[in-house]
């Protein structure tokens, strides 16, 4: 093993980066992966991908404290930490005075591998398909690494990842078509010992909605009453009789990457004490301030000097007691790899999960009877994909029945609720909420409380399965202070704004559970819709229609048979009384 500020000399010549110009470049951490053995239990080995590496010497940094690492020949760095002299935590690099952004290094096994752009495919539905890569989910009376491996010895295979609490098993296979990967794919379902083969399909990051019309983020905030929360939390909690005191909350984010050269971000890199008043965030360097991560995650976590235009999590200090978001994706390896940091943070001690994402089958028509055309997956990779989402969502109500997750209806103008055709929105579980998502009507004069005061975005999946709406619009953020990007629309961004107020709803009171959470958003919600909205045949119920018991049995009151909008503040409110009765 070569001596680190060696390797570093080396990494930085190779890069053609002179001394003047690798300290001028700020630090940054672009990737974390498992590497060498995945499937070590006692030493777990990690491969960074960074940019701006000096000459210096370099300090990796993991909970605080320095870890060894080395560079290997392509340039990277290697770490290797002993599972029983370390737990999961950030990860940072320092060198001089700079500081990296921190990721969020996790000890737990699971994990995917994602294909290369060789080893993809279109398929008959003109997708990109993995050619040699699937995943077998084992039954549960069969230990799943045993006999994936006995599976790999059979059909000439190798298993390159995991997702163990699952007992699923990723398999390379010897094959190098389509038609032959079909052909081995059918007998390995047809093996007693396998439930289901997850078939990935995944490409890059598809875009999502965006909108010319000058809507400033905090505008469109106003009608689920954003600064009233915030004035609440800083102000009315601990002017109650007996302060309220509040608790650290954990939360993830399953995305790609943040951009730390954006001044919203900037304030995050290096270290932070979570068990202070602050936020901290944890994610790979995106490239780009307008990507889709670093607009979920502002919506909870960007600092500004305009409390308005703040992230929600961040404008609540020093109230809080901290909280933690951390943004993972695991690999690029689509939904798999999606589920797999899902469980990696549920067993980290997150208690939300936000999934801004969900993909629909070929074929999906939308109210008007039109076909879909993005995001949309064909039947063999929905039907692999459901039963993953199934053992999830098991093993979430099995191992871990506090833990909420909270998903983005869609925004195809389709019923979130078909389950043949929406996923993963259309799973029925205390612990999934389901978000749709409304934007502003400035056609109405009418004050924050009227139905009127938004209208449902016309893009935004519909129907009962969807829980609550929210505000659609955003800002994207950008590499000058004081300024704002393009607008960015859709229940991509209506979903974190429910992710942030649960997860101050559980700083409160961490005892509630996700059915409750579901009852507080519900009970405290305002209105939006015709003055009955229990007609699902018309295609207008934008949520499940507010029942009676929502309203204390109130049978005139008029709020029954509309659907619910998100409200901040009076959440709040409830969840600080919900306190009185668990005394």
């Keep these: ?20 110009t690798a300290n001028e470049q700020a630090l940054r951490l672009k990737d974390l992966q498992r590497c060498g053995d995945l499937f070590s239990t006692e030493q777990l080995t990690f491969c960074l ?28 760095l290697r770490l290797t930490v002993k599972r029983d002299d370390h737990q999961s935590g950030p990860l940072w690099l320092e060198q001089g005075e700079r500081r990296s952004n921190p990721i969020w290094l996790t000890l737990n096994g699971s994990h995917v591998i994602a294909a290369g752009p060789d080893d993809v495919a279109k398929n008959m539905d003109g997708l990109t398909t993995y050619v040699d890569l699937v995943s077998v989910i084992i039954e549960e009376d069969h230990d799943g690494l045993e006999e994936s491996q006995r599976l790999a010895d059979k059909y000439g295979a190798e298993v390159v990842g995991a997702i163990a609490p699952l007992n699923t098993y990723q398999l390379r296979l010897p094959v190098k078509d389509l038609t032959e990967r079909d052909a081995l794919v059918l007998r390995l379902g047809s093996e007693t010992s396998v439930d289901a083969v997850v078939v990935e399909e995944s490409g890059a990051e598809e875009l ?45 984010i399953i995305e790609r ?24 965030v944890y994610a790979r360097d995106a490239e780009s301030p307008a990507d889709h991560g670093t607009s979920v995650t502002g919506i909870l976590a960007a600092r500004s000097a305009e409390p308005g235009d703040s992230g929600f999590l961040s404008a609540l200090e020093p109230a809080s007691s901290g909280f933690e978001v951390i943004v993972e994706r695991n690999s690029d390896a689509g939904i798999t790899a999606n589920v797999a940091a899902s469980v990696n943070l549920v067993e980290d001690g997150v208690r939300v999960l936000n999934w801004s994402w969900g993909i629909h089958r070929v074929g999906t028509l939308d109210v008007d009877g039109e076909r879909i055309d993005s995001l949309v997956r064909s039947g063999v990779a929905m039907s ?42 259309s799973f029925i579980t205390d612990q999934l909420l389901v978000v749709g998502a409304h934007e502003r009507d400035y056609s109405k004069d009418v004050p924050v409380e009227h139905p009127d005061y938004v209208t449902k975005r016309p893009s935004s999946n519909i129907d009962m399965r969807v829980d609550i709406t929210a505000s659609a619009c955003t800002r994207a953020a950008t590499l ?19 992710t942030g107020i649960i997860g101050a709803m559980l700083s409160i009171n961490p005892a509630l559970e996700p059915e409750q959470l579901r009852e507080l958003l519900r009970r405290s919600a305002l209105t939006i819709g015709r003055n009955s909205d229990f007609e699902a045949v018309e295609a207008d119920d934008l949520t499940a229609p507010i029942l009676p018991s929502e309203r204390s049995y109130q049978l005139d009151n008029q709020d029954i048979g509309r659907s619910a909008r998100l409200d901040m503040r009076k959440a709040l409110e409830l969840t600080a009384e919900s306190l009185q009765h668990r005394r």
């Design 208 to 252: 999502l909605e965006e909108d010319s019309q000058p809507k400033p983020r905090n505008t469109e905030w106003v009608a689920n009453r954003f600064l009233d929360a915030v004035d609440f939390y800083l102000h009315r909690l601990s002017a109650q009789k007996t302060a309220i005191k509040t608790h650290p909350v954990r939360i993830g």
């Design 49 to 76: 991908r960074s940019e701006g590496l000096g000459t210096d010497d370099l300090n990796v940094m993991l909970r605080g404290k320095a870890v060894d690492a080395s560079r290997e020949e392509d340039g990277r």
């Design 257 to 280: 990457d943040v951009d730390f050269d954006s001044p919203e971000f900037a304030a995050y890199l290096g270290g932070c004490e979570p068990t202070k008043p602050q936020t901290c």
């Design 480 to 498: 000058e202070a004081g300024t704002r990007g393009d607008v960015h629309c859709g229940t991509s961004y209506a979903t974190p704004m429910v």
């Design 384 to 425: 692999g994909y459901e039963e993953l989402l199934e053992e999830f969502f098991l093993w979430l109500r099995r191992e871990h029945p506090d833990v909420v997750v909270v998903n983005s209806a869609g925004n195809g103008s389709a019923r979130s609720g078909q389950d043949d055709y929406r996923l993963p929105s």
């Design 1 to 20: 093993m070569r001596p680190l500020a060696t390797s570093l000399t080396a990494l930085t010549l190779a890069l053609g980066l002179g001394n003047a």
